[in-house]
Nanobody, 124 residues
């Protein structure tokens, strides 16, 4: 139903910042809980952050809490992830995802729609 396209990834030094964006089309964006996940080489895809349909509730993985901020603009059908104080261990392919299930979700299997990913590399 919904197509997702991420952008904004790149190479940044330790302590730097990046802002990722996800553009949605082909569906009713405001109906979905949205999330960000990341996957490093040799590791499983892991939860980063989630936001409710109206942006009223957010949830973060402990590893990014206080550094990352998830937000959405339903009028523009966009999802964002502001990443500050980046660390080398943040290096991964980042994916945005949409879930039609009720409530905040943190599991990969709860999300039915995925973007193509955008690479984030943090150098020391």
């Amino acid at each position: 139903q919904v197509q997702l396209v991420e952008s904004g990834g790149g190479l940044v030094q330790t302590g730097g910042s990046l802002r990722l964006s996800c553009a949605a089309s082909g569906g009713t964006f405001s109906r979905y809980t949205m999330g960000w996940f990341r996957q490093a080489p040799g590791k499983e895809r892991e939860f980063v952050a989630a936001i409710s349909w109206n942006g009223g509730s957010t949830y973060y993985a402990d590893s990014v809490k206080g550094r990352f901020t998830i937000s959405r603009d339903n009028a523009k059908n966009t999802l964002s992830l502001q990443m500050n104080s980046l660390k080398p261990e943040d290096t991964a392919m980042f994916y945005c995802a949409a879930s039609g299930r009720i409530g905040l979700r943190t599991t990969v299997t709860d999300y039915g729609y995925w973007g193509q990913g955008t690479q984030v590399t943090v150098s020391s």
